[in-house]
């Protein structure tokens, strides 16, 4: 993380077709290539929540590529709210074993 850049955190809710094509892995990815921490997990739902921590325009970055999602996904909506800093979550991680 770049000096000098305040750290926000917000948390995302896909929904679609969304589990069971890799999207958390694209997921981790695309964070991690943006520099943020925190976590995505499938839901009992059907859905994908993403916790990510960062600078705004790193954030809005990995929305837009969250809205797009991997080639085998068909992302219907991706709800946004702002959340606290949690330093717990430095690095991005997978959370959940399905």
């Not at 926000?8 to 997921?27: D, E, L, N, P, T």
Request: with cysteine.
């Amino acid at each position: 993380m770049k000096s000098g850049k305040q750290r926000i955190a917000k948390k995302y809710r896909i929904s679609g077709r969304v589990q069971g094509v890799g999207f958390r892995y694209f997921a981790e990815r695309a964070a991690v290539r943006l520099g943020l921490g925190g976590y995505v997990r499938n839901c009992s739902d059907g859905t994908v929540e993403v916790y990510a921590m960062g600078d705004a325009s790193a954030l809005e970055v990995f929305r837009m590529q969250l809205a797009e999602g991997p080639r085998s996904a068909r992302v219907i909506s991706v709800d946004e709210s702002d959340e606290a800093v949690n330093e717990r979550y430095g690095l991005f991680t997978i959370e959940g074993g399905w």
